[in-house]
C-alpha cells in the first residue's frame, strides 16, 4: 500500500501545484499590468503585452522540462560518446569504432531488423483486420476493447502475462506454459520457446504485436469510418465485390494513416526495452540495442562512453522516421 499512497500524494501534489501556477501566474501578471489604470492608452498597452506573455507563462514548465529531460540528456549524450569510460578522458570516435566492430552490436543490429521487419508490418496488418471486422459486426466495440486492452497494460506486465504462457518446466514436471501444455497435450516435447537462438527473437515479437495491434486498430477504424460511402456505392453498382472492395478502394483512401501508424510502431520498436530485459535480459542472442546500451552504461562497472555511443546510434535511427512520420500526419490532416 506504500506505493499506492506515494502515486497518490504525487498525483495530488502534481494538481495542486498545476492549479497553483496557473492562478498565481494569471494574478501576478494582471497586478504587474493592470487592465484598468484610469488611462485608455495605458489599458490598451497593459492587455497586449499581457497577451504576448501568457502564452508563455504557461508554456514555461513545458518548455522547462523538455529541456531539461530532453535536449539536455542529447546534448551530455553526445559530449559522452566522444569521451571515455568515466566520461572524462576525450577518445575521439574510438567509441564509435569500437562499435562497428564489435560482435554484440553487431548481433544487436540485426535482432533490431528483424523486429523491423517483423513488428510494424504484422501489428499494422492485424489492426486493420479487426477495424475492419469489427465494424461489421453487432457486438465490435466489445471486440475492440478487448483488442485495444492490452494497450493499458505496461511493457513489463506484458512480459509477466506472455513469461506463462512460454513457461517451460524440465523433467517430469506438469508444464504450466499454455504453449507447452499444447505441445504436450498434442504428443509433442516441450521447449524452452525463449531460450532458442534466433526463434526466440519471433516469441518476443508477439508480445509486442500483441500490444500495439490494439493501437493499430483504433486509428485505422477511425479512418475506415472517414471513407465517403460515395466511392463504396459506386464500386459496388460496378460489380466490384467485398475484397475488391477493401483493397482497391478502401485502403488506398487510408493509405496515408497505415503510413503514420507504421512509422509510429516503428519508433517504438526502435526503442524496445523493456519486453526484452524482462523476458530473457538480452541472454541468447536475443539482445536489441537499447537493452546494449543498459548493459554497457550501467553493468559491469559501467562505460558511459560506448553506452553514450549506442543512444546515439538509436536517436539517430529514428530522428528520421520520426520526422518523416509528423510531416506526413501534419500533411494528411491539412489534406482533410
Not at 501566474?25 to 490598451?44: M, V
Not at 497577451?51 to 508554456?59: A, Q, Y
Not at 516503428?266 to 523476458?279: E, G, N, Q, S
Amino acid at each position: 500500500m506504500e506505493q499506492v499512497w506515494t502515486a497518490l500524494f504525487t498525483i495530488v501534489l502534481g494538481i495542486f501545484a498545476a492549479i497553483s501556477w496557473f492562478w498565481g501566474a494569471n494574478f501576478c501578471l494582471d497586478r504587474l499590468l493592470p487592465a484598468r489604470t484610469g488611462d485608455p492608452a495605458q489599458n490598451a498597452r497593459n492587455i497586449h503585452r499581457a497577451g504576448l506573455i501568457r502564452p508563455w507563462l504557461f508554456l514555461g514548465p513545458a518548455i522547462l522540462a523538455l529541456g531539461l529531460y530532453l535536449v539536455y540528456p542529447v546534448w551530455e549524450s553526445l559530449f559522452l560518446s566522444f569521451h571515455g569510460k568515466a566520461g572524462q578522458e576525450f577518445v575521439g570516435t574510438a567509441n564509435y569504432r569500437w562499435l562497428l566492430a564489435d560482435a554484440g552490436f553487431r548481433e544487436s543490429i540485426f535482432n533490431n531488423f528483424l523486429w523491423l521487419l517483423v513488428v510494424p508490418a504484422a501489428s499494422t496488418f492485424l489492426g486493420l483486420l479487426a477495424a475492419a471486422l469489427t465494424d461489421r459486426i453487432a457486438w465490435g466495440n466489445i471486440a475492440k476493447s478487448l483488442i485495444f486492452m492490452p494497450m493499458a497494460i505496461s511493457f513489463v506486465g506484458a512480459a509477466v502475462i506472455w513469461k506463462f504462457v512460454y513457461d517451460y518446466r524440465s523433467g517430469d514436471d506438469a508444464q504450466i506454459g499454455i504453449l507447452n501444455a499444447l505441445v504436450t497435450w498434442a504428443g509433442g516435447d516441450p521447449q524452452a520457446w525463449i531460450a532458442l537462438p534466433f526463434w526466440n527473437n519471433f516469441f518476443l515479437m508477439a508480445i509486442l504485436v500483441w500490444i500495439q495491434t490494439g493501437f493499430a486498430m483504433v486509428i485505422l477504424s477511425a479512418a475506415l469510418r472517414g471513407i465517403p460511402e460515395e466511392t463504396i456505392e459506386a464500386a459496388v453498382l460496378d460489380g466490384a465485390n467485398g475484397i475488391q472492395i477493401f483493397f482497391r478502394i478502401m485502403v488506398p483512401q487510408i493509405w496515408g494513416t497505415i503510413a503514420v501508424v507504421w512509422t509510429t510502431i516503428t519508433i517504438t520498436v526502435l526503442k524496445v526495452f523493456d519486453i526484452v530485459l524482462a523476458m530473457t535480459n538480452g541472454q541468447w542472442k536475443s539482445n536489441v540495442l537499447a537493452n546494449l546500451m543498459f548493459d554497457w552504461m550501467f553493468r559491469g562497472g559501467g562505460d558511459f562512453g560506448r553506452g553514450a555511443a549506442i543512444a546515439i546510434v538509436i536517436m539517430a535511427l529514428v530522428t528520421p522516421i520520426m520526422i518523416w512520420n509528423i510531416r506526413n500526419a501534419r500533411a494528411e490532416m491539412e489534406g482533410r
